[in-house]
T-cell receptor, first 114, second 108 residues
Framework: DGGITQSPKYLFRKEGQNVTLSCEQN?????MYWYRQDPGQGLRLIYY???????QKGDIAEGYSVSREKKESFPLTVTSAQKNPTAFYLC?????????????FGPGTRLLVL | QKEVEQDPGPLSVPEGAIVSLNCTYS??????FMWYRQYSRKGPELLMY????GNKEDGRFTAQVDKSSKYISLFIRDSQPSDSATYLC????????FGAGTTVTVRA
């Protein structure tokens, strides 16, 4: 059963804390993405990776970091430098960048600040 | 000005009605046009994907692209309560750009 999994479903962050969101895919896709979704603003790209050990900043990368050590995994860390982290975070993958018709989304992680 | 403009609604229609959704865009480089459906607290799923101007049908769904007017539409015929969701348009040049999403409720 192929797809993308994200965990946890809900995550609570305290002030000054770094938190890591997990994203795993078994679709054998090369490209992976992280988006942030806020009410009324659509999806905004945080980071993307086209290949293992390589990743690029998206439109709103400040306060976030990623790694791509394995093809299947693309974790996102929300650092204490991100002052407004409350949002719905979506991970996605596609066969390759530029193949949007193959892009699948995970179920999302909702991050809340305590 | 945003690259992709989409009226957030909300839009409420009775069961069986035609739902009409649209987006406008400013970037002439957009070549691929998509519509995603997103149920509450879930990830988006791809509904329709088009490349050229014109219409594309898939069951009750019709996607329409007018590149000369920079305008795309999605029509849902014979709408059902299960169609209640947020619909996102998206367009691709070298990256995907999303509209804000329109929330649709189909009343039984």
């Amino acid at each position: 059963d192929g797809g993308i999994t994200q965990s946890p479903k809900y995550l609570f962050r305290k002030e000054g804390q770094n938190v890591t969101l997990s994203c795993e895919q078994n679709l054998n896709h090369d490209a992976m993405y992280w988006y942030r979704q806020d009410p009324g603003q659509g999806l905004r790209l945080i980071y993307y990776s086209q290949i293992v050990n390589d990743f690029q900043k998206g439109d709103i990368a400040e306060g976030y970091s990623v790694s791509r050590e394995k093809k299947e995994s693309f974790p996102l860390t929300v650092t204490s430098a991100q002052k407004n982290p409350t949002a719905f975070y979506l991970c996605a993958s596609s066969a390759s960048r530029g193949r949007a018709e193959t892009q699948y989304f995970g179920p999302g992680t909702r991050l809340l600040v305590l | 000005q945003k690259e992709v403009e989409q009226d957030p609604g909300p839009l409420s229609v009775p069961e069986g009605a035609i739902v009409s959704l649209n987006c406008t865009y400013s970037n002439s480089a957009f070549q691929y046009f998509m519509w995603y459906r997103q149920y509450s607290r879930k990830g988006p799923e791809l509904l329709m994907y088009t490349y050229s101007s014109g219409n594309k049908e898939d069951g009750r769904f019709t996607a329409q692209v007018d590149k000369s007017s920079k305008y795309i539409s999605l029509f849902i015929r014979d709408s059902q309560p299960s169609d209640s969701a947020t619909y996102l348009c998206a367009m691709e040049a070298n990256k995907l750009s999303f509209g804000a999403g329109t929330t649709v409720t189909v009343r039984a």
